[in-house]
């Protein structure tokens, strides 16, 4: 495939908050220690949206804006100016807002089936793709999927093949939080994870990167090294991002496979 240049990269997680404090961590310079994850707070959303937003939104806008910024700060909060620089957007996430989904079937249990509007209007699986476009004002494509555990290398496809048709920047959001119980006894999320990658299938000075993706047969994806890491790795399906993520900031040449439903996806990657 043609190649695509990474220009941003925004990633969350327990031990893991932000790219730039991340990077010696996944190039495997500092070890890595699963501390308590920052709060997300969804500053570019305007109070009253900010308000009604769901942790599932503000995880995926924090690393969203996070990777947006190394290449043109999206928005000023003291002056509520945004940036001109937009991208079409591919949101992944294995199971969308399950907290949502849990209130919303514990309502339906109850007399009279209380489902509150906001609930049912965050039910869908684009909502934060919808709150991304009312923070920055983007009109550009958007799209958003699910591929249970082959959901981060399907977004990824989804983003190459959307950044080669449209000839532009296309910002991919992948995404995923443990589920409340009783929905945890069915499927184990073992912690939040987001990662956020700018993607540009045109080469720039911004460059971090250079991503060559192919479509292989089923071969068994990466693991790592790091016992924890891989603990995350395996345990979160956005968080299945960790061998690409540490190809990057290792800046060597290197081939990772990334694990599919059907497929594997091989990324061969440059500093």
């Not at 010696?24 to 009604?52: D, F, S």
């Not at 100016?81 to 109850?110: H, M, N, Y």
Request: glycine share 6%; proline share 8%; charged share 20%.
């Amino acid at each position: 495939m043609n190649p695509l240049f990474v220009e941003g990269v925004g990633i969350l997680a327990p031990g893991l908050a932000g790219w730039a404090a991340s990077r010696a961590v996944l190039a495997g310079e500092r070890p890595y220690v699963a501390e308590p994850m920052p709060a997300t707070i969804a500053t570019l959303l305007p109070a009253n949206e900010r308000r009604r937003t769901t942790a599932t939104v503000k995880l995926a806008l924090h690393v969203a804006q996070e990777a947006m910024d190394q290449v043109a700060p999206i928005s000023n909060p003291s002056s509520g100016e945004r940036g001109k620089l937009s991208a079409a957007t591919v949101f992944a996430s294995s199971g969308g807002d399950s907290e949502v989904l849990d209130k919303i079937c514990t309502a339906l249990t109850q007399p009279g089936r209380p489902v509150s509007p906001t609930q049912f209007h965050h039910s869908v699986h684009n909502t934060p793709a919808g709150y991304w476009s009312i923070a920055t004002g983007c009109t550009q494509p958007s799209l958003s999927l699910s591929a249970y555990d082959g959901s981060f290398a399907a977004g990824l496809l989804e983003a190459a093949a959307l950044a080669f048709a449209e000839a532009a920047r296309v910002l991919l959001i992948a995404y995923d939080l443990p589920l409340p119980f009783p929905l945890s006894a069915r499927r184990a999320i073992v912690a939040p994870f987001a990662v956020a990658l700018l993607l540009n299938p045109v080469a720039t000075e911004r460059r971090q990167a250079t991503l060559r993706l192919t479509r292989t047969g089923f071969e068994p994806a990466d693991r790592l090294d790091d016992a924890s890491l891989e603990r995350l790795r395996a345990g979160n399906p956005a968080a299945r991002s960790l061998p690409l993520l540490c190809a990057i900031a290792q800046r060597k040449r290197k081939r990772v496979m990334l694990s599919g439903n059907d497929t594997a996806l091989g990324v061969d990657v440059e500093p």
